[in-house]
């Protein structure tokens, strides 16, 4: 049964547009019943081809928005969840695990109404789950900070609507998932990309602790561009005001002014902030979404890169009072209701080719020959992305005998933006982590010294541990919190394309996001019979994790259903072992666990440059954008109509020649073989 466009807060909209979520009214004797057959609006995000309309004074968008696979119109009136279950005669009163997931795309794009997130295929594939997508509010109207919005929020929040969005939904799953045969004790919140990066701040944060029992990330878990600094959210305010043609505010009185003083500039300001408030809330949607669909031209301070994001959560000190690394420092305090880790079981992990996405416009078949680059660009591009000595660091580990120089390039990243923080993440959450590794010299003694603190790592490498307080984190208790991690490496083959058929072979391996349709086990992609067992294997596992808090240990019912009896068994994760689950479909790669035992599991062997990297405390790479401006927005504007690309079996992205090959044969030898280019640079505005 599918329950689509259920409303979970009053539409935020008018007077409500910048507030938090606004609870229901309560149902009354009379009312209709809610027609919940099809898919509401998405949130207001960019926009690619189409019209505004305007029904009972709310504006909608009709057309082709930017995000693949959307259905339906936007709106500001966009706070609907959709609900996936099966039927009741099926479950014969079992209490079913629920899978509540959090969507990606920046916090600017995306929705649950995305055909990759149909939870109707995954409840009908065993009947034995509750599956929830909801939506929450993007781009300004979902993640606008500054001083002046914590005057709308009675706890002084500013820049994070989205995140308590995101929250009322969960309330209202917890509050209904029996009605649809769920049980809110198993409560898995996951999500994917930005989506892994909510769930993180969700397993930090106090207010969102007792609302779910298990946390799953892909791709996106613990990263440092899951939020940023009050400083970049208040810039990009000051940018909207004077953008939008609104009145400027003086900033607030310092704290240590005079108190008379001090409370008449508090008045002042407080008024000045109602002004330009009211100045906001009287532009149309579309105006607004207009000036963020222009932001690089026009100028907005704090813009995306791979290591940040302009619509990222905001530390505000309230709703995230700690940026990810001193969380998991265990920086945020001790005692209840400190910020740090909720104690429950954590599935993290990511796509073995995560960096496609972030280094090239290859989303079509058209587009994929643009995935060359020559050697001489690599370097540059390495030189203008990395201050000494990390650049020639790049260039040792990830070689041109080893990759072809795009996807050298692009594992860089990938392993720099979601891998390698990954496998940090769960280094962190499982014991008391290592030192970062050694310089290539080090000095003398330094050696010995970490092999010492690498043993009393070991030695505490059990599954994490929790303290009194219900938190995970470094240096906690007694109890175990277990963590699986996990690496999803096969790239997709024959995915359904609007174009109309299958792609060459050769295009982007394992890309972000790739993982989804086998997750949500949605079968109208065209898998291949190794993939829908693939799709079987990984859904149940997730299944699983939502049931028992283990992704091997299945539902008593199930226990005779042969797709369930057949998993191997998933082992934690430990800093010993560093044990993760391989999900692939090539031939000789199925689905496998590696570990130290096996050789350097997939995280490994390239992480110690981002690990000392981190360590060194160095900046945001440059992650230089195109110099034609107008080009960059022209490919961006193009590239956000993409479809999944499809490729063979095999590994293709590390041949070079093969590569080529390919090219050849597609029929479209272009100059990238035969003539220099000008210096390739990463593109700086791909979904996160």
């Known amino acids: 049964m599918a329950f689509r466009g259920v409303p979970f807060a009053q539409p935020p909209v008018g007077d409500r547009r ?33 019209a505004w309309t305007s029904v009972n004074g709310t504006a909608y968008f009709t057309g082709i928005g930017s995000w693949p696979g959307l259905n339906g119109s936007m709106s500001e009136d966009c706070l609907y969840l959709n609900v996936f279950a099966p039927s009741k005669r099926m479950t014969a009163g079992r209490k079913l695990p629920v899978l509540f997931f959090i969507f990606g795309g920046g916090n600017y794009v995306g929705g649950a ?5 149909d939870g109707l295929q995954s409840v ?40 308590l969005d995101q929250r009322a939904a969960l309330r209202w799953a917890n509050a209904n998932a029996a009605a649809f045969g769920g049980d809110p004790q198993r409560l898995l919140l996951f999500g994917e990309s930005q989506g892994a990066a909510a769930t993180s701040l969700h397993l930090l ?35 909207l005001v004077g953008a939008a043609g609104c009145p400027h505010t003086p900033p607030p009185p310092p704290e240590e002014a005079e108190p008379g003083s001090a409370a008449a500039a508090a008045a002042a300001a407080a008024a000045a902030a109602s002004n330009v408030i009211r100045c906001l809330r009287a532009l149309p949607a579309y105006e607004l979404q207009r000036l963020a669909n222009h932001a690089g031209a026009l100028g907005m301070p704090y813009q995306d890169g791979w290591l940040n994001s302009s619509y990222a959560a905001t530390r505000d000190g309230v709703e995230v009072p700690l940026d990810i690394d001193a969380a998991l420092r ?25 960096g496609v996405a972030f280094c090239s416009s290859c989303r ?61 993440a769960a280094r962190v959450l499982t014991g008391p982590p290592p030192p970062p590794p050694p310089p290539p010299s080090p000095p003398p003694g330094v050696v010995e010294e970490e092999e010492e603190e690498e043993a009393e790592a070991d030695a505490s490498s059990a599954p994490r541990l929790q303290n009194s307080s219900g938190r995970c984190g470094r240096g906690n208790g007694s109890s175990p919190c277990a963590v699986f991690l996990y690496s999803f490496e096969h790239a997709p083959i024959s995915f359904k394309l609007t174009d109309g058929g299958p792609c060459a072979p050769g295009a982007q391996g394992a890309f972000h996001g790739s993982e989804i349709p086998f997750v949500f086990h949605v079968n109208d992609f065209f898998m291949t019979p190794p993939e829908r067992r693939l799709a079987d294997a990984t859904w149940r596992y997730w299944r699983n994790f939502a049931y028992s808090g283990d992704p091997s240990a299945a539902p008593p019912w199930s226990k005779a259903d042969p797709k369930t009896a057949s998993l191997i068994k998933w082992p934690a994760y430990t800093n010993k072992t560093e044990a993760n689950l391989v999900l692939n479909a090539a031939p000789g ?6 570990n130290q035992a096996d050789g ?44 999944m690309a499809a490729r063979r079996l095999g590994e293709p992205d590390d041949d070079w020649e093969r590569t080529r090959a390919t090219a050849l044969w597609r029929g479209r030898r272009r100059a990238a073989f035969d003539v220099p280019h000008e210096p390739w640079e990463p593109e700086t505005h791909d979904e996160l």
């Not at 945020?332 to 995560?354: H, K, T």
């Open 18 to 50: 910048f507030a938090p979520p606004q609870p229901l009214s309560a149902p009354r004797a009379g009312d209709e019943p809610l027609d919940a057959t099809a898919y509401r609006s998405n949130c207001v995000q960019a926009m690619g081809e189409g």
């Open 113 to 117: 109404a995305d055909l990759q997130l």
């Open 124 to 163: 009908a594939e065993t009947h034995d789950a509750v599956v929830i997508t909801a939506n929450y509010r993007l781009g300004l109207f979902g993640w606008l900070g500054g001083w002046q919005m914590r005057t709308l929020d009675p706890r002084g929040s500013s820049g994070n609507l989205g995140m």
């Open 205 to 239: 944060s106090p207010d969102s602790r007792g609302l779910f029992t298990r946390a799953a990330m892909q791709s996106g878990a613990f990263v440092s561009w899951a939020s940023k600094s009050m400083a970049a959210a208040q810039s990009n305010f000051d940018w």
């Open 330 to 354: 265990g920086d945020g305090g001790g005692g209840e209701g400190g910020f740090g880790v909720a104690a429950v079981p954590i599935m993290l992990g990511s796509d073995r080719s995560e």
């Open 364 to 424: 079509t078949c058209e587009d994929y020959l643009d995935m060359t680059i020559s050697f001489s660009q690599y370097r540059r591009w390495a030189a203008r992305n990395f201050p000494p000595p990390w650049a020639a660091d790049v260039l040792a580990e990830y070689t041109v005998e080893q990759f072809t120089p795009f996807f050298a390039a692009s594992h860089a990243v990938g392993d720099l933006v979601v891998r390698c923080p990954t496998r940090r």
């Open 589 to 594: 790669g199925e689905i496998h666990v590696q």
């Open 600 to 643: 350097p599991p997939v995280y490994i062997p390239r992480c110690g440059v981002w690990d000392r990297y981190y360590a060194a405390g160095q900046p945001p790479p440059a992650n230089e954008a195109d110099a034609d401006a107008e080009a960059t927005t022209d490919a961006v504007d193009a590239r956000e109509k993409w479809l």
